[in-house]
């Protein structure tokens, strides 16, 4: 220790055991440095709880993952007779053996992630950290109990949480994402109110395990994203069974004597639902954690803005999605955890890199994108400097089911044309579009042009391969349909 310097508890305190902090603190442990996590998970109003980990493995990714997974097996055996499978009876799901499964492998990871703590000499705290100054926290467990703990460094990582609109009702009769995933019961006939990709994504799951779902949208679907893109997502919901009421908000939700939840809106109309699911944003879980006391600063809406990980407090930093103006992506989070952890205990310069990163909506007709909008480039470059490249295609498992219809798959590529067509904007809705889209993502990342696409040999016969064969330009005005359509 250098002189004249303070000795601390540890190097390094990570408040938050989410993606981003077990990467960060992981990296740190394995670099040399002594660390500590803290992590507390305060109760839904519906009462869930969950272990370590953070949102992506108890009540987000994976989870939601797997019950698309099971919902596109059950999809599959629809669609299995086509190629000669023959069965009496239709196939029927089990909402409870499905939970059951699920929740055991999140268990697994769970006290795998504390295992790991052990074994790398990680301090884990099950408790609420709060500042006490810029290089001490107080922790509370469960029972109360307070304990202090000082560090040189510290990183603000604790995630976010669904919120609940000021409807009369909803935190007393609805759910969230924070719940549906270790619901004991079967969900029945469901409305899930919001628009986002949380939204959509069980809305989209939920009707392909079996049950009645509505979507109530506010404005637009998926906002942020190519709404090109969004429509076609919602088109494709359409036809797989979900129902949609648009421009409209709930006003009130009551619990009826049977059990059931009624829901009003609009001029006097209303239905009853056995579950209503709110995804209408997400916030910060900073209360409780104390910035002020630490002197770190917030935007207002209650993110902690930072540059490159740093807070305006020299040593705190803040990653994920309680910090300001970041992708919500549990890999950007991840990255920029261990880069984090490189830099103050490896002697490493490599900053995180939030530009081009892929993700997928993981609707029942997947959505991928990488880059722009085609509306953000076009409001950027001009319409003028902005070309597409796009095409509908019908998938070959499609053509033997000859009563499969509905619409088709997309894929665009918006390209820069001052900069020798430079793809600036990847988007594909297909079959499998995450496992695509990852494929795709260090091309874009490397700069790659049209011509560069245009010049891979396509694997044959697969949906990725329209990507590099897309030829109809938006401005030519020719259809991007398949003959026959």
């Not at 109760?43 to 997974?69: A, E, R």
């Not at 009003?264 to 997400?282: H, I, M, N, P, Q």
């Amino acid at each position: 220790m250098a002189s004249g310097e303070e000795e601390y508890e540890f190097d390094f305190f990570v408040i938050g055991g989410g993606s981003g902090g077990m990467a960060a603190v992981k990296e740190a442990a394995r670099l040399g440095a002594k660390c500590a996590v803290a992590d507390f998970v305060k109760p839904s109003p519906y009462g869930s709880v969950w272990g370590l980990g953070g949102t992506c493995l108890n009540v987000g990714c994976i989870p939601k993952k797997l019950m698309h997974s099971a919902a596109n097996y059950g999809e599959g055996t629809k669609e299995s007779k086509a190629f000669g499978w023959e069965y009496k009876e239709a196939p029927t799901h089990n909402w409870t053996t499905m939970v059951d499964n699920i929740q055991d492998y999140i268990a697994s990871a769970n006290f795998g992630h504390r295992s790991e703590c052990m074994t790398a000499g990680i301090k884990y705290f099950n408790e609420l950290a709060s500042f006490v100054d810029a290089h001490t926290v107080e922790c509370t467990n469960r029972q109360g109990k307070k304990t202090r703990h000082t560090a040189k460094y510290f990183l603000v990582c604790v995630g976010g949480r669904p919120q609940y609109p000021d409807v009369p009702g909803a935190k007393e009769h609805a759910i969230t994402s924070d719940d549906i995933f270790s619901l004991d019961h079967a969900p029945g006939k469901t409305l899930c109110i919001g628009a986002s990709y949380i939204a959509l994504e069980c809305a989209g799951f939920l009707r392909g395990l079996g049950y009645d779902v509505t979507v109530m949208v506010r404005s637009i679907l998926l906002r942020g994203f190519d709404q090109q893109m969004a429509n076609m997502v919602g088109e494709h919901m359409t036809h797989h069974g979900v129902q949609f009421i648009f421009k409209e908000t709930p006003k009130k939700l009551t619990k009826m004597d049977d059990g059931r939840i009624r829901v009003e809106w609009g001029e006097d109309k209303s239905d009853d639902f056995d579950t209503v699911l709110f995804a209408t944003g997400r916030y910060p879980d900073l209360a409780g954690v104390n910035l002020d006391a630490a002197n770190v600063k917030t935007h207002a809406n209650g993110k902690i803005l930072m540059t490159n990980e740093q807070t305006n407090v020299e040593n705190i930093y803040a990653l994920g999605d309680c910090a300001y103006d970041v992708p919500e992506l549990t890999p950007s989070a991840i990255q920029a955890g261990r880069l984090l952890a490189g830099r103050l205990f490896g002697n490493s310069k490599v900053q995180m890199d939030y530009d081009n990163i892929a993700t997928t909506v993981f609707t029942p007709m997947e959505y991928s994108v990488i880059g722009l909008s085609e509306e953000v480039a076009i409001e950027r470059l001009g319409q003028e400097n902005v070309e597409v490249y796009h095409q509908f295609w019908k998938p070959l498992i499609w053509t033997i089911d000859m009563e499969r219809d509905g619409p088709l798959p997309y894929a665009k590529l918006v390209c820069n044309k001052k900069e020798n067509n430079r793809i600036i904007g990847f988007h594909y809705l297909g079959h499998n579009a995450g496992e695509v889209a990852q494929g795709f993502g260090t091309a874009i990342k490397l700069g790659a042009t049209y011509d560069d696409f245009i010049q891979t040999v396509g694997i044959h016969p697969t949906d990725a391969e329209t990507v590099v064969g897309l030829k109809v330009t938006k401005s030519s005005g020719v259809s991007p349909k398949p003959p026959g359509c």
